[in-house]
């Protein structure tokens, strides 16, 4: 088992950027950071590395926010897992985020990103219809 | 208890707004039929009728289609139950669909109908945090 | 198959009684009505008849009320499926309420209360560890 | 849509098979009944008709039972909707019955069978890959 | 990102206060240690510190147990993240235990906790109504 | 609580062994190898150490493999939690997979093997009959 499950974070922030990045590294993921929303749905559509899960900020320098990468990443796959951060946006989530999301509200704990992310993955694995 | 749950409606297809209208109505809710997406939003912000849920096609007449209906509808209250109905759009809802809504894929029986509303009005009751 | 699930119901208030009655005799339960908290525990106690649910009002004559009712039903059976109906009470489900029972708010639809029963019996009849 | 949504349904024993038609046709679905393990298995696998969900008989007349056939329903299409009645074997779905699978005991109300149905459709169809 | 999600915790036996403490700080939260049910529940009022959950033994020293905090903690959040732990009162969870709560039963594993917590508060901050 | 979880773990794959091995301990788990799915089944069987959760690889030396293995110990306790690993079975759990268990498709991180023991042990514990 040589390979670790890639992640593609999204975040402006430095200081929350490395709590991700150290949290999933933590984990035993591996976080593969995109400058821009722009930049990650480009990895996305390019397929050289299978990706399991984004982590994104919504509030995200360029034209496209995280709201926008998500929806552009289940267009690509429809059972992609996805994770939101936010400080603000929280109450956006019902109307904006995508179903079976999971949106963290700053402050967070390491352990809640890899909980929310192993949650995911864990139920998207095999077919699973119904819950 | 004279009220009955009152269920707005948006469905252009006749045929489907019958089958939808009678399985409601024997499931005991009180359907309320809305000519287009825009004034389901009109009636959704006129807040006049205290609607319990929405039941809404995808293709709509108009300028604003089911997703989009289901978005206004959310950010007027973020816990109001959705419920899409469509032909040909079911895989689009992983990208376009609110978090916590239940699609119907046609052809459906009148029973999935009163169970999908059924279902998202008893577990939006209370206030219901976790899962 | 000349058995139907037994369903044991306290509701003081005389139309909403009819109504539950109804609601469960038509979708294909045997509703007992108990005239009051103490009797439906002593019902429960009995052990005559294996009710398989609980449907009660919060509110009920006499000193017990539903939600000490169903506290009682789960310390003689920790999995029994209990469905709360209340029109005032609704706010106090998450303190007073038991784990795992659904709460109807009126106005409700018969709809809800027999899809409630459902969810409920189906999901207990097997040993479910974990959702 | 003058489609129904058409649901196997092995049974052997008359008199359930005539309940579980009719609550069935009752609540929208068009029941197709299977005389065995056998013919199921080969229906599903002829592909002529696109069946939904598949309802069944622990118990079955032939080689083939409820459980083998649920499992070769699952080989064909992993997302199969599945539900077993069962009078006396229960307990034996934990270690038996397919993931995301729902059991109903005899007695059971017609309501259970078609919210069971309802719910596994309604969660179903569209790509759902976490609760 | 300066502050923790602060947990609140009830604990009398010192072993295990030490094994909740680390495991949250090692998670990343910030365990805030209440001497008594009564001192939770003044804290939970006082409204000075935002906790984010409860982490409650359920026999405690005074008056007022660890299933009475959490009902006075859901009076006043209807929606706030509950896990108890216990060694011997698990099979009283069903009955006085609230709505959406977990329980742990000792020995529980660290990682047990974290997720626990983790899981009550990924579903919970934004409005999620059903399941 | 001088105790810890013992977790039942059959891998033949070494390096997959010391993954899960490491994992389980960090997290607070203690794990206990069983060289072969046979092994297994008599120390579950046995009964002289209370093991709280299966992690067992699909593909095993000799004649048991992990479906098998899982099924005997639904058959010893039918809520026990079940958790596999697999690198090349993925598309056989809807099929071959017990109710409620959960599957991990290598490569996986650590995180989410935990995560997975936690949720089902979470979940398990008290007698959760409804989700």
Known sequence: MEDLPVILVIEDDQAIQGIVDEALTDGGF????????????????????????????????GRIDGWEVAKRAREIDPAFPIIYITGAAADQWAAKGVPNSILLTK??????????????????SPPTAPA
């Open 107 to 124: 402050p967070f704990a390491p352990a809640q990103l890899v909980t929310a992310v192993s949650q995911l993955l864990n139920a998207g």
């Open 30 to 61: 591996e976080p593969a950071i995109a400058a821009s929303g722009a930049e990650a749905v480009t990895l996305l559509k390019g397929g050289q590395i299978k990706y399991r899960a984004l982590v994104t900020d919504i509030n995200l320098l």
